[in-house]
């Protein structure tokens, strides 16, 4: 009985004296073997019962007992040194981390968006407040001068300084030169270079507005695993004790900027949901139409009614000449057609639907960060839905919920530069962590990474966000540092000859749904 609209369903289930509830009527339809279904669903209730419940039908079906995942459980305190431990009541342990779950299998023979048995009901889009801040798009005014750069790191101390001021008392470098021999000492810094002594200890330069001051730490300090996570120009603060001669400070302590632990997220005032998905990639040959299709029904089911928001985190297409050989690898190859397959793809998942969407590396604008929004011509191309295009990095709230938005280009070099237990491809989430600790969502310049010089740094994390979305490194990951929710949203395309190559093997098909109203994640599985 594949493709049976919801009337046939009611129709079967009252000759068997049975009523059933919307979300029963939606799930049976959506079945693989919709008879089958019904016949298991009868023989299963309850002798007194005369209706069947969307719950009831949930346990029959296989694959289809929705477990939401709360946030993740605490990791040990050696896997993660900077995470908090779990306080009583909370569900959320910071510093944990998720593997990919499949929660709950989108259907694979659904009903379809034109079916009158789909069960979505439009919802009052007066009832949504969205808001989009730190956005680059038309505030862009770097000319690539020495200057401008100088401006921008400037720009990134003052700011980051400013949340460590209240840990330490500052002097600045050259205050501290002209400090005597065993004085306490406390500065704040940028990082300007990192490197081993003979001896195995680590030598730290850090630099601020008045010159540069080298701080040792020894290899026998418990703080001497936190050099293993400073990166190259990331803001930090030491406070440790002038050496004899006073040219060099023996470091005690070393402070982060981080999401202060008394951080308490932000939650909608009623029950509604987002869908964070990002790297659709559209005209590769390993764009997953099917699972995309699969997840635009389910979105039109009753099951995804609270579904009001759905947020696309870059890579809509999957570009051209992005890397070696990439035009073998394309089923479209010209790049305004594949934003156009991509605007029909759109126009798959329900009208009603608030939809925001920030570029990445693949799509059709600078490479340097901030990226600026789609341009005019990208914009009319995308005008399915009148979605929101914004940039990337932007912080998106929605109902009150402070959702930051960054594609992810500087978690390439977070996990090349950061211990394999500290970052990892299968672990996203934890180099997600040390961008919040940094208060940066792209720390470290000069690498592959690109970093567009503006008049203010556009990457500084000011204000901590309840939610933090990004993707590029096409794996699923989520979890909870410091009550912020972290979520890596995998992609919407199968391995590539060249991610084989480079040892990617991807998350295909999810789409982690976040509850606004208590940032409970479950991660949907549509392949």
């Known amino acids: 009985m594949p493709g049976e609209t919801d009337r046939r369903i009611i129709t079967e289930l009252a000759a068997r004296g049975y009523n059933a509830d919307r979300e029963a009527v939606t799930l049976l339809a959506g079945a693989s073997d919709p008879a089958g279904a019904i016949e298991r669903a009868v023989e299963a209730a309850p002798d007194d019962a005369f209706k069947i419940s969307g719950e009831h039908v949930r346990t029959l079906l296989d694959g289809e007992a929705r477990e939401p995942v709360r946030k993740a459980e605490p990791e040990s305190p050696s896997a993660d040194p900077f995470a908090s431990p779990a306080e009583p009541g909370d569900e959320a342990a910071d510093g944990g981390s998720a593997a990919p779950h499949e929660t709950k299998d989108g259907p694979a023979d659904g009903p379809t968006p034109n079916d009158p048995g789909a069960g979505r009901v439009p919802t009052d889009p ?34 980051l300084a400013g949340k460590l001021r209240g840990r330490v008392n500052h002097r600045p470098a050259d205050a501290i030169q002209d400090m005597p021999g065993g004085s306490d000492a406390e500065m704040i810094g940028m990082v300007n270079d990192i490197r081993s002594t003979a001896s195995g200890h680590w030598l730290v330069e850090l630099e601020d507005t008045t010159g540069v001051f080298p701080c040792l730490v020894m290899k026998d300090r418990e703080i001497a695993d936190l050099v293993n996570e400073l990166v190259y120009d990331e803001v930090i603060a030491v406070r440790g004790t002038l050496a004899d001669d006073a040219g060099i400070l023996f470091t005690d302590e070393i402070f982060f900027p981080d999401v202060p632990r008394t951080h308490e997220p932000s939650t909608a005032d009623r029950h509604v949901q987002a869908a964070l998905i990002s790297d659709v990639h559209v005209g590769s040959q390993e764009f997953a139409a099917d699972a995309w299709s699969r997840f635009a029904d389910w979105l039109h089911t009753a099951e995804a009614q609270h579904v009001e928001y759905l947020l696309i985190a870059g890579d809509m297409v999957e570009g051209v000449g992005v890397y070696p050989d990439q035009d073998e690898e394309l089923s479209i190859v010209d790049i305004y057609e594949q934003y156009e397959a991509f605007a029909e793809y759109l126009k798959e998942v329900p009208g009603d639907l608030e939809i925001i969407m920030i570029p990445g590396n693949h799509d059709a604008v600078r490479l340097a960060e901030p990226q600026p929004a789609f341009d005019e011509e990208l914009r009319r191309i995308m005008s399915a839905h009148d979605a929101r295009l914004t940039g990337n990095p932007s ?16 978690l390439d070099e977070m996990i090349a530069d950061l211990p394999e237990g500290k970052a990892s491809y299968d672990d996203p989430q934890k180099a997600m962590y040390h961008l919040l600790k940094k208060r940066h969502v792209a720390p470290k310049y000069g690498g592959k990474m690109r970093i567009a010089p503006e008049e203010r740094d556009y990457l500084v994390i000011d204000e901590v966000p309840d939610v933090f ?14 009550r912020v929710t972290a979520i890596n949203s995998g992609c919407w395309q199968d391995q590539t000859a060249f991610q084989k190559s480079v040892n990617i093997d991807p998350d295909v098909g999810y789409a982690p749904i976040v509850d606004l109203d208590t940032l409970d994640v479950t991660a949907r599985k549509f392949t």
Do not use: A, W
Not at 469 to 482: A, D, P
């Open 395 to 410: 912080i998106v709230t929605l109902e009150g919920v402070s959702v930051l938005m960054y594609h992810g280009m500087s």
């Open 469 to 482: 979305h990004t993707g590029h490194v096409h794996k699923l990951g989520f979890g909870n540092y410091h």
């Open 126 to 159: 007066e009832k949504r407040l969205v808001e989009i801040l730190g956005d680059i798009t038309g505030q862009s005014t770097g000319t690539g001068e020495y200057e401008d750069f100088v401006t921008v790191f400037r720009d990134r101390y003052e700011r």
